[in-house]
C-alpha cells in the first residue's frame, strides 16, 4: 500500500515540473496550460482482452449503414419528410425511381427498404436531419392551432363523405413591406382527399383570384360542390357570390379572426408553399408566370407522391387529448380509393402517374425557384436605378 502511495506522488510531482516547464516555455497561464496538456495528452487504450467466449449482446443489426445512401435518396425526393409520411409512400417512391433510372439497388436492398417502420426511418436520417436542421430553413411556422389539429367539419351544408368541397386561401409574396402591388397565391384543398392546388396572380384583384379559381376548378379530378373561405374581400364578393349560385356551389365563410376555422388550408399554406417558395417579395408579370410554371410542377409532385395524414377524431379526458389519423396515403391514392369518382378519370390519373418522375420534378421544382429570385433580384435592381 506503501509503495503505492509514493508512486502517486511521484507522478504528482513529475506532472507538477512538466506543468512548471511548460508555463515558461509558453508564457500561459497554469490553469490553460493544464488545458492544453489534458487536450492533447495521448487518449488510455485498454488492453484487448484474450477470452474468447465472449458473446455479443443485442440483436443482429437487419439495416446495414450501406442502406443509408439509398434511403437519402429518397428522403431528398420526398422534400425531407417525416418517417411516419415516408414509411406510407416509400413503396410508390421506390417504383418511380427505380423505373425512370434514378436509383440503382438490388433486389435485397428494396426489400430492406420497404420493411423499414417510421421509427427506423427516422432513426437512421437523424444525424443527416439535425444538419438541415443546423443550416436552417424557415423559423416561422404556423402555431398548433393550424397542424390539422380538429376532426373533419360537422354541418348541414358540407359533406365531407364525398371529394369536392374545398377550402381557399390567399398567401401573400410581399417579403417585408405590404405597400405596393405584390404576387399572391391561391390555395385550394379538398378536404375529403387532401388534393391541393395553387395558382400565382399577380395581386388580389377580383378579377385575378376569380380566373385563378375556375382554373383550378377544370384541374380538380372530381366535380367542385363547395368553397369556404375566409372573410377576405377577394373571396367575399358579388363576382364569387353569384357564381356559386349559378353553378349551385356551396359557398360559406370562416369566423372573423378564427384562422383555426380554415386549418386544412392554412396547414398547407406552410408545408406546400412557403416551404417551397419562402418568404421573398415578387412583384413582375414575369415572376407570375415562373410561379405558375413552378407550380405545375409542384401539385404533380405533391399530389401524386407526398402522403399526408388525415386527422379523424379528437377526444379530450382531462387535459389529456386522444388524436386518432387516418393511415397517410398520398392524394392520388385516396382518389383511387373512392367510389364516387369515375373510372375513366381514375384511369386517366393512373397513366399520367406511370409517366411522372418525382426526382426530375423536384429537380425542376428548385431550378424554376432559383430562376423566380434572380427575377426578383433583377426587379429590385431596376426599381434602384
Request: aromatic content about 8%.
Amino acid at each position: 500500500m506503501s509503495s503505492v502511495k509514493s508512486t502517486a506522488k511521484l507522478q504528482k510531482k513529475r506532472k507538477g515540473e512538466i506543468i512548471r516547464e511548460f508555463i515558461k516555455l509558453t508564457g500561459y497561464n497554469a490553469s490553460y496550460a493544464a488545458r492544453k496538456l489534458r487536450k492533447n495528452s495521448l487518449p488510455y487504450v485498454a488492453k484487448k482482452s484474450t477470452c474468447t467466449n465472449k458473446k455479443s449482446h443485442g440483436r443482429k443489426r437487419k439495416y446495414p449503414e450501406t442502406l443509408l445512401p439509398f434511403l437519402l435518396e429518397i428522403w431528398r425526393a420526398f422534400d425531407y419528410v417525416c418517417g411516419k409520411r415516408m414509411e406510407a409512400g416509400i413503396a410508390d417512391m421506390i417504383d418511380a425511381m427505380c423505373r425512370f433510372g434514378e436509383l440503382s439497388c438490388s433486389r435485397e436492398e428494396k426489400e430492406l427498404l420497404l420493411s423499414m417502420s417510421a421509427s427506423t426511418i427516422d432513426r437512421m436520417l437523424r444525424k443527416e436531419r439535425d444538419k438541415l436542421r443546423i443550416k436552417g430553413r424557415s423559423t416561422t411556422k404556423p402555431g398548433t392551432l393550424l397542424k390539422n389539429q380538429i376532426p373533419i367539419r360537422l354541418g348541414n351544408e358540407w359533406d365531407e363523405d364525398r371529394p369536392g368541397y374545398v377550402e381557399i386561401d390567399l398567401v401573400a409574396h410581399c417579403g417585408e413591406s405590404v405597400h405596393g402591388d405584390y404576387l399572391n397565391t391561391l390555395s385550394v384543398i379538398d378536404i375529403k382527399t387532401c388534393w391541393c392546388e395553387t395558382r400565382a396572380v399577380l395581386n388580389k384583384a377580383q378579377k385575378h383570384v376569380f380566373e385563378a379559381l375556375k382554373v383550378i376548378r377544370e384541374r380538380l379530378p372530381f366535380p367542385l360542390l363547395g368553397i369556404d373561405s375566409d372573410n377576405g374581400s377577394e373571396f367575399i364578393n358579388d363576382e364569387l357570390m353569384r357564381y356559386c349560385n349559378s353553378e349551385k356551389l356551396t359557398f360559406t365563410r370562416s369566423r372573423p379572426y378564427r384562422k383555426n376555422d380554415n386549418c386544412h388550408i392554412e396547414q398547407k399554406n406552410w408545408s406546400i408553399v412557403r416551404q417551397n417558395i419562402g418568404y421573398g417579395r415578387f412583384e413582375t408579370k414575369e415572376s407570375v408566370d415562373i410561379l405558375n410554371e413552378l407550380y405545375e410542377a409542384l401539385r404533380l409532385h405533391t399530389n401524386f407522391f407526398m402522403p399526408c395524414m388525415r386527422l379523424i377524431d379528437k377526444k379530450r379526458n382531462g387535459s389529456h387529448i386522444t388524436k386518432h389519423y387516418e393511415k397517410a396515403m398520398s392524394p392520388y391514392r385516396r382518389v383511387l380509393l373512392l367510389e364516387q369518382i369515375e373510372n375513366t378519370t381514375k384511369k386517366e390519373l393512373t397513366e399520367l402517374y406511370d409517366t411522372l418522375n418525382p426526382v426530375e420534378l423536384r429537380r425542376k421544382i428548385e431550378s424554376l425557384r432559383e430562376k423566380l429570385y434572380r427575377d426578383a433580384k433583377t426587379a429590385v435592381k431596376a426599381s434602384r436605378v
